[in-house]
């Protein structure tokens, strides 16, 4: 579980309303938000010992998560507290835009998420109950490998099934 930041950290300011993208010029200025943010976390966590290279396995796994999917895909802002986002990016979205989905690399993706919003939740930009439930699809790898397994046994008009048991609509 992640703890307030420490003071040892400046505690960022942030203008949430700033991370809502209305329009597709919208969506580049939050990208580059989010961007700065995801810097910023790269740049703690190591201040934290964790080594450059697992600093930018978990960057690169949050920047995937909430650049490519939340801001770009959902239209969303990364502070929008409605539980099941992780579970859209991992039980759906990425399965079927990744060419060969691996549990593995979702289990990498949702680290990076988890530690992200752990993060967040530490410099007080999310509530305590939004980073258990991001925390909670976190922590759903067989559910999500069961999920490559699915879309894999798909036949005839199977996707549609498939995709209403994780449905990327709101």
């Known amino acids: 579980m992640a703890e307030l930041c420490e003071e040892a950290f400046d505690v960022l300011k942030v203008d949430k309303r700033d991370y809502v ?3 597709l010029e919208d969506e580049v200025r939050v990208d580059k938000l989010v961007s700065d943010l995801l810097h910023r976390f790269y740049e703690e966590i190591q201040l934290t010992g964790m080594s450059p290279e697992q600093a930018t396995a978990l ?3 949050a920047d995937y998560f909430t650049r490519d999917f939340v801001v770009s895909i959902k239209g969303r802002s990364i502070f929008d507290e409605r539980p099941g ?3 859209q990016f991992a039980g ?3 399965i079927v835009n990744t060419m060969e989905p691996l ?6 993706y ?3 998420i988890r530690e992200f919003y752990r993060f967040l939740f530490g410099h007080q930009l999310i509530s305590l109950k939004f980073l258990q439930a991001i925390e909670s699809e976190c922590s759903e790898l067989d559910y999500y490998a069961g999920r490559i397994e699915s879309f894999w046994d798909i ?3 199977g996707y549609n099934t498939w995709e209403r048991e994780c449905t990327l609509k709101d």
């Open 21 to 23: 993208p209305t329009t």
């Open 59 to 61: 960057a690169g796994a």
């Open 85 to 87: 986002i992780v579970r």
């Open 92 to 94: 759906n979205w990425y």
């Open 103 to 108: 549990a593995s690399e979702i289990e990498g």
């Open 110 to 112: 949702l680290a990076g």
């Open 155 to 157: 036949v005839g008009d």
